[in-house]
């Protein structure tokens, strides 16, 4: 499968929106939902002729899902466990907002299976829980959208409710000896990076392969 990834910041804690697209059959899928990306992600499928299939969340944190009912046209997909900050979001968003976050109440589940197809695309799904309950990531051949599990030198916090720190560690663990060191990996915040970079680099790595 010959896939390309569009990505774009947005919303108050620059969260990051991906779009991937496969270029062969001009399916694509959004991942994550931050405040103000939709009109980003309508107009890029209507300018290259592109067929929305999915919206995928990596967690349900409210960064991550402003804009997620939007998207009500297409199939959302979550892990369960997260489920409960979909339909409730402003119930868990941590601290006060100045917007309004309206609920999903008809995601469909990511199953037990560890691959699933949605689209055009075959999507190999690791659970990485420890920033949230049920956080996910997603293989699009070499590419992972990793969400909060791991950023360029350091790891999501799991100071919020439903974090815990030891769960992470087990996950950036299984997660850095899960994919090739070449493997891209698009975080749900800051820039881009790979497996070997993050293996010889980030101490919450090497602190997780102790």
């Given amino acids: ?19 991937a697209i496969d270029i062969d059959t001009r399916d694509c899928l959004v991942f994550d939902a931050p405040l103000g990306c939709e009109s980003w992600v309508r107009e890029t499928c209507k300018e290259l002729r592109l067929n929305l299939r999915a919206l995928m969340l990596t967690h349900s944190h409210w960064d991550h899902t402003a804009d997620a009912a939007t998207f009500s046209d297409i199939p959302i997909f979550i892990d369960e466990p997260d489920n409960y900050r979909l339909v409730e979001p402003m119930k868990y ?4 907002l100045p917007f309004t976050i309206e609920p999903v109440t008809n995601a469909r ?5 560890k691959s699933m197809q949605v689209g055009s695309f075959v999507i190999e799904v690791l659970r990485t829980p420890g920033h949230t309950e049920g956080g996910v990531c997603f293989q699009l051949g070499e590419n992972v959208i990793v969400g909060d599990t791991i950023f360029k030198g350091s790891v999501g916090r799991t100071d919020l409710p439903g974090g815990d720190y030891q769960t992470l560690m087990q996950s950036i663990k299984l997660l850095v000896s899960t994919y090739a060191p070449a493997t ?5 915040h800051g820039p881009n990076t790979t497996v070997e970079r993050e293996q010889k680099a980030n101490p919450f790595v090497r602190e997780a392969l102790l």
């Fill in 109 to 113: 589940f990511i199953g037990e299976e």
């Fill in 184 to 188: 891209k990996l698009y975080p749900g």
């Fill in 93 to 96: 968003t941590g601290w006060p």
């Fill in 1 to 19: 499968m010959n896939i390309e990834i569009l990505g774009k910041t947005f919303g108050p804690v620059e969260t990051n929106c991906f779009i």
